[in-house]
């Protein structure tokens, strides 16, 4: 009986990461305003989708679902928002990850 092989390959997967955060500015006196970017990079093979999460001192500040597309191959900075400044004074954590 004659028979052929089938080859199944893996599908391209992205692999986006969160690289660096920037804030504008980054002093700020309490009570004020505050820009948060974030650059984002995709290793992966394919063109991906993320969901964002910014959080101050540990407390979600700011989601954003389905960000993208995120192209492979790429990096590429995004704007998260303006946020206010807590109204204490002091040195706080600005972090952004893929969730």
Known sequence: MPCATLTVA?????????????????????????????????????????????????SQIGYYPNTGPIRAGQSVELTLGTYTAPSTAGSYSICVEVV
């Open 10 to 58: 893996e599908r391209p997967a992205p692999n986006v990461s969160v690289v660096s955060v920037r804030l504008n500015p980054a002093s700020v006196y309490a009570g004020d305003s505050f820009t948060v970017y974030a650059t984002l990079s995709n290793s992966g093979s394919a063109d991906g989708y993320v969901n964002l999460r910014v959080a101050l001192g540990g």
